[in-house]
């Protein structure tokens, strides 16, 4: 019986120090300047069974079977731009039918987009700004008397 139990113990303790190298957030992933760090659901799943039967010859007894799987599945990425984090989600299914890279490249071109749009944004407070101060300047020098 012992046997049996120390098999189990085994399996047992290796899942679990497998379940622990999987985390929830994973390794960060630098896009150009985005951080993307990848958010996963983990499922565990163990099951184990056996005999210790009495022996009629030397190689009869004890009988076991044991086994275990661990799924890690992409829900969504926490992207970091500008000191700015938002959740940027991907389905199930997209990971399933094209890999983590096609289901990331909906998330990168969102980010794309997302880019875009402040630095044009940046950019028209910029010329704003610029517009603002060049009439500023032409103001102060029509003020100034002719000699």
């Not at 184990?48 to 030397?58: E, T």
């Not at 490249?105 to 407070?125: F, H, I, N």
Request: aromatic share 2%; with cysteine; hydrophobic share 45%.
């Amino acid at each position: 019986m012992s046997q049996l139990l120390n098999i189990f113990e085994f399996t047992t303790t290796q899942i679990r120090a497998l379940a622990q190298e999987q985390s929830v957030a994973d390794t960060p992933i630098v896009v150009g300047d985005v951080t993307l760090i990848p958010i996963s659901k983990l499922s565990c799943g163990f099951s184990c069974g056996g005999s210790d039967l009495a022996q009629k010859k030397a190689a009869d007894g004890l009988m076991a079977g044991a086994g275990a799987k661990v799924n890690k599945t992409p829900l969504s990425f926490l992207a970091v731009q500008n000191g700015q984090v938002q959740v940027l989600s991907v389905s199930a299914e997209e990971v399933k039918k094209n890999g983590i890279m096609g289901a990331i490249k909906p998330v990168l071109s969102t980010l794309k987009e997302m880019s875009a749009s402040k630095k044009a944004a940046k950019a028209e407070a910029e010329a704003q700004t610029q517009a603002a101060t060049d009439n500023a300047i032409a103001q102060s020098i029509a003020q100034i008397p002719d000699k």
